[in-house]
């Protein structure tokens, strides 16, 4: 009875020990998947294990930093709307009948329907200035269900500063046609914009688009309106028609502000926002720490702390405008 009361011992001792190694190999064997949806993103670029897209291969890189390797212990499952809103819930759907382990979604549109896709799966969001106020988040220091994420703006206030900047670099303009959707314009983030344009002396006019098939009759507004410059909201039917939106400023020799670099390297004036690269390279450490086990209400929702300033000059000159110096000095870059 002693020796089979020794050999018992010793194999629970051994298997105690052993039971670490055993978590740690099939932690190591594992292979996780990540979802991304984006509304924009043309589907071309997505793939391959060297997306074109710079935001995902952004994302991969990071990742590959922190361990993971795209065919070994990472498979990734981009999707995109290409544009169409109308097809983020059949995507969403799609990833969780994978199902992947995480979803990062860019955008307020495509982290809703991830929303209403499932409660069970973590959300990593990226973009919106305000992810509590537009209801994707319960708070910011405590998002509560399966959501947290990046916030693209400092909050309701980032659209009055991207205003406070057009006027400092073009000090006569007095009316400016704000390119935005209805549901903006009566958000905190609209409300703000409205104040800050009263502050500064400016009448801001509503040119309102939801959708794609709006943008003549806002353009036609903006004209009849006799705008002095335009202010884009960064939704996803701007983001997407960017072309149309930068041709009709460019003909109209219209000084214009976005929210996002991609509008000021297409050929846009300018542009402030945070980097929708360096927010996808960051969204990784919270795809990491989820794989991990962390749970998204217990990862606070993280602003941004750096905004940058990109002025195409290249543009004014070409539609015959003189930036204010100082307000090129403060440029993050200059693209000549």
Avoid: C
Wanted: proline content about 7%; cysteine-free.
């Amino acid at each position: 009875m002693r020796n089979g009361a020794i050999v018992l011992v010793t194999s629970v001792v051994l298997g105690i020990i052993a039971a670490p190694a055993v978590v740690e190999a099939q932690t190591a064997g594992r292979v996780y998947r990540v979802g991304t949806l984006s509304i924009a993103t043309p589907a071309a670029d997505l793939r391959g294990p060297e997306p074109r897209s710079r935001a995902l291969a952004a994302l991969l890189q990071r990742l590959r930093e922190l361990g993971y390797v795209p065919g070994q212990n990472l498979l990734i499952e981009p999707r995109s709307a290409e544009g169409r809103a109308d097809q983020l819930p059949l995507l969403a759907a799609e990833l969780v009948r994978i199902p992947v382990d995480v979803i990062v979604a860019s955008g307020p549109p495509a982290v809703r329907a991830v929303q209403q896709a499932t409660h069970t799966i973590p959300i990593v969001a990226l973009g919106g200035p305000d992810p509590v106020g537009s209801g994707l988040v319960g708070s910011i220091a405590r998002p509560t269900g399966n959501v947290t994420g990046l916030s693209s703006g400092g909050g309701p206030e980032i659209v009055g500063k991207r205003l406070e900047l057009l006027k400092e670099a073009f000090p006569r303009l007095t009316r400016v046609a704000y390119l935005a959707t209805r549901e903006n314009w009566e958000s905190p983030i609209g409300i703000h914009t409205q104040t800050a344009a009263k502050a500064l002396g400016v009448t801001l006019l509503h040119a309102e688009v939801n959708r794609p098939e709006q943008l003549s009759d806002a353009f036609a507004a903006v004209i009849r309106e006799r705008a002095d410059a335009l202010l884009v909201q960064p939704s996803s039917v701007n983001f997407v028609h960017r072309q149309l939106v930068l041709d009709f400023a460019t003909k109209q020799r219209l000084p214009a502000m976005y929210g996002f670099r991609d509008f000021a390297e297409a050929g846009g004036l300018m542009a402030y926002g945070q980097s929708s690269v360096e927010m996808h390279r960051h969204a990784a450490d919270f795809v990491d720490k989820i794989l991990k086990g962390a749970k998204p209400a217990d990862l606070p929702v993280e602003q941004p702390t750096k905004f940058e300033l990109v002025i195409n000059a290249k543009t004014a000159r070409a539609i015959g405008l003189t930036i204010r110096p100082s307000v090129l000095l403060r440029a993050d870059q200059v693209i000549e």
